[in-house]
């Protein structure tokens, strides 16, 4: 299996900045991208942004330029700049990883991100 641990949400006010962490641990073979996706109160899980080994990154139009997507090893980051109230959220963490037998997605548990005055 895969484990994903999530850190670095909270509470900021509007403006502010947070840097979510995830890492990825257990038997794998490789990882194929990893990502952040998020899911609002009574709304749909969405992309934020991913990145794929070898180094590209794809975001949300309502984040890009504001968010950027980084690993190092199996961690993956999320720095959050000039958050939004409409981005609070539970921010879930993403791993596409290669086992013996094929890729599979696995997820974290999510860490919430509150952005109020």
């Known amino acids: 299996q895969v484990q994903l641990v999530e850190s670095g949400g909270g509470l900021v006010q509007p403006g502010e900045s947070l840097r979510l962490s995830c890492a990825a641990s257990?038997?794998?073979?490789?990882?194929?991208?990893m990502g952040w996706y998020r899911q609002g109160p009574g709304k749909q899980r969405e992309l934020v942004a991913t990145i794929i080994t070898g180094g590209g990154t794809n975001y949300a139009d309502s984040v890009n330029g504001r968010f950027t997507i980084s690993r190092e090893k199996n961690t993956v980051y999320l720095q959050m700049n000039s958050l939004k109230p409409e981005d609070t959220a539970v921010y879930l963490c993403n791993c596409n990883a290669r086992r013996i037998g094929g890729s599979y997605d696995y997820w974290g548990q999510g860490t919430q991100v509150t952005v109020s005055s």
């Open positions: 257990g038997i794998m073979l490789g990882i194929n991208a």
